[in-house]
């Protein structure tokens, strides 16, 4: 298993178009094949406001499969000029999991 982090610090004033492309994407992003869950949040920092996503994949390979499909392509496309910088990205495995 493995989880991806990303952080995208937005434009002033863009969260609000930013989520709502996340919203239209959210469930078909959520319906990927070892997709098995999707969160977004939000943090303010100094002015900034960057949005994190953080998604658990059934393996590397079933998150690589999503990175490469047309959804990732084009949503990313229509995001990516909402950016205040590049987006800083992270993929880890899983040790130890205490719930």
Not at 3 to 20: E, N, T, W, Y
Not at 24 to 33: G, H, T
Not at 47 to 61: E, K
Not at 65 to 83: D, G
Request: hydrophobic share 40%; aromatic share 10%.
């Amino acid at each position: 298993m493995v989880k991806r982090i990303v952080r995208m610090d937005i434009l002033p004033g863009a969260d609000d178009r930013f989520l709502d492309i996340f919203n239209q994407v959210k469930q078909e992003i959520r319906n990927q094949k070892g997709c098995l869950n999707l969160e977004i949040l939000r943090s303010h920092d100094h002015g900034l406001t960057s949005l994190w996503t953080i998604s658990v994949w059934q393996s590397a390979d079933d998150l690589e499969t999503y990175r490469t499909s047309a959804l990732f392509r084009q949503t990313w496309a229509e995001v990516k000029p909402l950016f205040a910088g590049p987006a800083s990205a992270w993929t880890l495995t899983s040790l130890e999991n205490i719930a």
